[in-house]
């Protein structure tokens, strides 16, 4: 990544300078004071800010070259102005796109952006620029490339569109999805379906790869898929139908276990903690949650119709995933609180328990899930409440992940300006320009990380379908599944 | 593996053939143009479809619009009196050597499949009635050619340029409870007159679409359902919108108009998309329509949808297998390695987990029962209007010392044309289509086209005097203004001033005359020293000498005579004045 851009810092060498400005110039004067050795450090720091800046300059394009933000103020508005100008049909992009960014760096060459100027433009900053965001795929460019099923296609627009939103559920409809393909799949004549079907597949998984990425449950599935379609290879003399009817087993079975069972299980042991009379704390929306609230409040009516426990549900701007729960929630019959999450340390007193779900568990036990959810761990174990978190092993990665910042996802920011019941109407793009009033355009970076990471020792227990685990258990049972899937 | 993957593609890509089926095909249907007046009646009369609009025929616009979004099956309902000119025409323009890829099928009205119940019946109701057929037993005619959700769009429509197929059908792909996505659009005023006045209701935050009332007919009061406030009280009303006929829908509710008699449909925009409307939020309806349009365990994606986060657990069809604790629950999965015995079939295995992921508690039949209240479908709406003229000229532009830059804008915004949806199913719309595309020849940006225009206009004229090396097939005495479109073949005499006219293939303008603002289609004839003013003159017209001819519309074939005053008039062969 650095080798490359460095070739391509000599050639333009105005650009190459811009992004220097904040860093080389402390050490400018030093230098006079003549520290040789720092000097050096130096050198290699500005080489590589003129690598950033060079990524940048490719990025801003030939004309904006001026966009730095101290050294003329014109120059910064003309380029703001003309980008605006240029991109004004994709609405939203323009409002914050000349912001004096003294660097816009691409994103690693090998992400292939679908299309659309928008999010990127706006979230594009020094810290955020590598994440991946959710844009609006071109469904006609993929339909007429003529590679994708059509419910691929349809998947990849209900994904990126926050209908199918959560792991679970974007992983079942990936799987599932997967699942019709093969079914439709006639392997040609002169091929091998083990070897025809995952290049077959790869330009679909490419292409949900950029309507959202797949997270790490996801991850695990495709190579689970992978793995099984190589294993036909090693079984030898099958019909193809045969090897399809295997497959599209293989994959009915994969969900019902890895999912669907496990989240029985899960609810079957983590209802086991709540007790009658507990006050329960959820964040956000998840699946595994709601139903382990629900299934403990049905048996708790079933053995005592006196008994039961409340909830309070957390939530947080600008999804508001909490609201679905509650209602699911309420209208089982559970007394439920629904808070916003600045009011949780007040609520956090008569709180019995925190139950989290999550996207992903990282094999240092952090918990990679919904934003806020750290902020909600902390204060819980500030509070002396215990934080269990309810994942199943499918979504146990192997990396380690120190950060929300190395790894994220940028969201949509279309409603984080505006209040939730004013949303953009017809097709006609919700520009920024409009809702901020025009207030600011230029120096106004909204920005929406989907996800958070909760350390480890923020986190009393692990709930997964084969137990309540410590979250260092974590390479443990990935070392056990490993073997298993 | 890998490398093995590696290898194989070199030589697998190119042998890899294109996935061939696809979510949406397009059903476009063709009518006679009952509101074209004079170009309707009379000999020769050309379909709706190919009206010329700078001498490319309307439904050029739509199927390229089709196209543009990806879709690939394309079916054209056409009645037979056209069906000729029509096939024609589209397997001209797109052959498969232009097209590869696309499927286009041209049938005939009359070729559908027979109506199930009372043949007899329904050709006593064709010859009795209107003696044409509603679309919507056209559509249920053709139901077995409709294999896939399908977008029904009209053959007269011209897109604005915001608002790609594409973005209707993300539209309907992202809402999976969505049966119907219809478009409706803000009209422009000149056409505002010519179109039904309707009154709508609907749902700016969830964009449902409520109500569709024709303002015709209607009495003094306004009647609306407590059912349909309460369950939407944000819910607006509106008359300035009107049907784009442009409806995005789901398979099934071709199933929901075979349960219909035949003869109680009529028309898909009058009669049945109201109907589906009103469905969508009046529970009874709804209900009973439901198992038909959402027929259980079609969607692949409804036990993902049952998981998702975003999904509403109160109005969705989904959620109700969301808790779905089964009694087998205390049942310990094993994880299993390998998948199980050859005996139990793939769709047996996806049945299975699919049911238990079903099965509803009896303790949660109380809440089951409450969830059938939920309808699990609504029609959804797509509104279009021209994007205002841009505002950030206006905003404060951050710092000053751009203004310069801002100059400029202004001076682009100037010439700003609101796009609007325009479609040529009445004179009005047909002028006003003419008149966008005669714009588009004069703006500021196609000035270069128009540079180059003229020069192939030169071009077409010099290789015509060397290929006949006689006249010269424009007299470069005459005047042509480069907001003027001139079709190939056509003779221009000397002196003739041509301005801001749109003039077909093989026409004839003879010496001296003036035409402004005109459109003339295909081989007409205009005689020496006629003057022609905002008029449209069809194909094989004919206008005599010194005639004075003035915001006139004549149909196929119509002449008239030799020095005719003629002002305000709409004619069709044969007819006099």
């Known amino acids: 990544m650095v080798a490359e851009p460095i070739t391509e810092s000599s050639k333009p060498p105005t650009q190459g300078k811009q992004p220097k400005q904040p860093k080389p110039q402390n050490p400018k004067p030093e230098k006079g004071g003549g520290e040789k050795v720092k000097s050096a450090k130096d050198l290699k720091k500005e080489k590589r800010a003129a690598a950033v800046a060079a990524r940048g300059g490719e990025n801003a394009g030939a004309g904006h070259e001026g966009g730095r933000p101290t050294l003329s103020v014109t120059n910064t508005g003309a380029a703001g102005e003309s980008r605006q100008a240029s991109f004004a049909p994709s609405g939203s992009a323009s409002a914050s796109a000349g912001g004096p960014g003294p660097s816009k760096p691409q994103r690693p060459a090998h992400f292939s952006e679908p299309s659309g100027l928008s999010l990127s433009n706006i979230q594009q900053n020094l810290f955020f620029s590598h994440l991946p965001h959710q844009d609006f795929p071109d469904t006609s460019a993929a339909l007429i490339n003529g590679k994708l099923h059509p419910l691929i296609v349809r998947l990849g627009v209900l994904m990126s569109s926050g209908q199918l939103r959560g792991a679970n559920a974007r992983t079942m409809g990936m799987m599932s999805a997967f699942r019709e393909v093969i079914r439709d799949y006639e392997c040609p004549d002169q091929a091998v379906l083990w070897k025809d079907l995952p290049i077959y597949l790869s330009p679909m998984i490419a292409w949900l790869e950029g309507c959202r990425p797949k997270g790490v449950g996801g991850g695990n599935a495709i190579r689970w898929l992978k793995s099984e379609i190589n294993r036909l290879g090693e079984q030898g003399d099958r019909s193809e139908a045969e090897q399809k009817d295997y497959l599209v087993e293989a994959i009915g079975l994969y969900l019902r276990d890895r999912i669907e069972f496990a989240d029985k299980v899960i609810a079957d042991n983590a209802k086991e903690k709540i007790r009658n009379g507990d006050t329960v704390v959820t964040y956000a929306r998840s699946s595994v949650v709601e139903r382990v609230l629900l299934e403990a409040h049905r048996d708790m009516k079933v053995s005592d119709p006196e008994a039961g426990f409340k909830v309070v549900v957390v939530d947080s701007r600008p999804l508001l995933e909490g609201r679905q729960s509650l209602e699911a929630l309420s209208s089982a019959g559970i007394p439920c609180t629904y808070i916003l999450l600045p009011l949780l340390s007040s609520i956090l007193p008569q709180a019995d328990l925190v139950l989290l779900g999550g996207s992903a568990l990282h094999s240092d036990g952090a918990l990679y899930s919904r934003s806020g959810t750290a902020i909600v761990s902390m204060l819980a174990k500030e509070h002396r409440v215990p934080v269990v978190a309810c994942v199943e092993t499918y979504k146990f990665g192997e990396k380690v992940v120190l950060d929300g910042v190395a790894t994220n996802e940028l969201g949509s920011v279309d409603n984080l300006l505006s209040i939730p019941n004013n949303l953009s109407f017809g097709i006609k793009p919700n520009d920024l320009s409009s809702t901020t009033g025009g207030v600011g355009k230029h120096n106004l970076t909204p920005l929406h990380l989907v996800y958070d990471v909760t350390p480890p020792s923020l986190i009393t227990a692990v709930c997964t379908e084969i137990g309540f685990i410590p979250p260092s258990s974590v390479p443990t049972v990935l070392g056990k599944s490993s073997s298993v899937v | ?577």
Not at chain 2, 408 to 431: C, H, M, T
Not at chain 2, 459 to 467: F, G, K
Not at chain 2, 566 to 574: D, F
């Open chain 2, 1 to 577: 593996m890998s490398t093995s993957v590696m290898f194989d593609q070199s030589q697998g890509v190119s042998k890899r053939r294109a996935v061939d089926n696809q979510d949406f095909m397009a059903v476009i249907l063709v009518g006679y143009g009952e509101n074209l007046y004079p170009f309707n009646q009379g000999t020769n009369v050309v379909s709706k479809a190919l009206l010329p609009i700078g001498n490319v025929p309307v439904i050029n616009s739509v199927i390229d619009w089709v196209l543009a979004a990806g879709l690939r099956d394309v079916l054209i309902i056409v009645p037979p009196s056209f069906y000729t000119s029509l096939a024609e025409h589209v397997t001209e323009h797109y052959s498969m050597a232009t097209h590869p890829k696309a499927r286009i099928d041209i049938k005939r009205t009359t070729e559908g499949e027979k109506d199930d119940e009372g043949d007899e019946d329904s050709e006593l109701g064709v010859k009795g009635g209107t003696g044409r057929e509603g679309t919507a037993r056209l559509v249920r005619r053709f139901k077995n050619w409709i294999r896939t959700d399908f977008v029904l769009l009209p053959c007269d429509l011209s897109p604005p340029s915001s608002l790609s197929l594409t973005s209707i059908l993300d539209k309907h792909r992202s809402s999976p409870d969505t049966v119907l996505t219809s478009v409706f659009y803000e009209p422009t005023e000149s056409v505002k007159d010519g179109e039904e006045k309707v009154l709508v209701a609907l749902d700016k935050d969830t964009s449902e679409l409520l109500l569709i009332q024709p303002l015709e007919g209607m009495e003094d009061d306004l009647e609306l359902r407590m059912a349909l406030i309460s369950s939407h009280p944000t819910l607006s009303l509106t008359t300035r919108l009107s049907d784009a006929h442009i409806y995005v829908l789901r398979r099934t509710v071709l199933d929901l108009l075979s349960t219909r008699r035949s003869k109680d449909l009529d028309s898909m925009r009058e009669q049945v998309i109201p109907w589906l409307i009103k469905g969508g939020w009046q529970k009874g309806l709804g209900r009973r329509w439901a198992p038909i349009l959402n027929p259980p365990r079609k969607d692949p994606f409804a036990a993902a949808l049952a998981r998702s986060t975003s999904t509403n657990p109160s109005s969705s069809p989904y959620s109700t297998l969301s808790p779905g604790s089964s009694p087998t629950s205390d049942h310990i999965p094993l994880p299993r390695s390998i998948p199980g015995s050859a005996s139990r079939s793939g769709s047996g295995s996806q049945v299975d987990s699919l049911q238990n992921s079903m099965i509803i508690d009896p303790e949660e039949d109380v809440k089951a029962s409450i969830k059938k209240d939920v309808v699990g479908w609504k029609c959804k709406v797509l509104v279009t209007a021209p994007q205002p003229p841009p505002v950030e000229s206006q905003q404060p532009s951050g710092k000053g010392g751009n203004k310069q830059g801002q100059g400029k804008d202004k001076g682009l915004q100037n010439v700003y044309e609101p796009d609007y949806l325009i479609r040529a199913n009445s004179l009005a719309g047909y002028w006003e289509l003419n008149r966008k595309f005669i714009k588009t020849l004069s703006t500021s940006s196609g000035a270069l086209n128009n540079l180059s225009n003229i020069s192939q206009n030169k071009q077409i004229q010099q290789s015509l005097e060397d290929a006949t090396g006689t006249l010269p097939a424009i007299s470069p005495q005459s005047q042509i203004s480069p907001d003027s479109l001139i079709g190939e073949g056509t003779r221009v005499g000397e002196r003739a001033s041509i301005k801001k006219c749109i003039i077909g293939r093989h026409c004839n303008i003879g010496k001296n005359a003036k035409l402004t603002g005109c459109v003339l289609w295909d081989f007409v004839t205009v005689e020496e020293n006629a003057r022609i003013e905002n008029t449209i003159i069809c194909s094989n017209g004919r206008i005599g000498e010194k005639s004075q001819i003035k915001d006139c519309e004549f149909g196929t074939g119509f002449e008239a005579k030799p020095g005719a005053i003629l002002k305000g008039e709409r004619l069709v062969a044969g007819q006099e004045a």
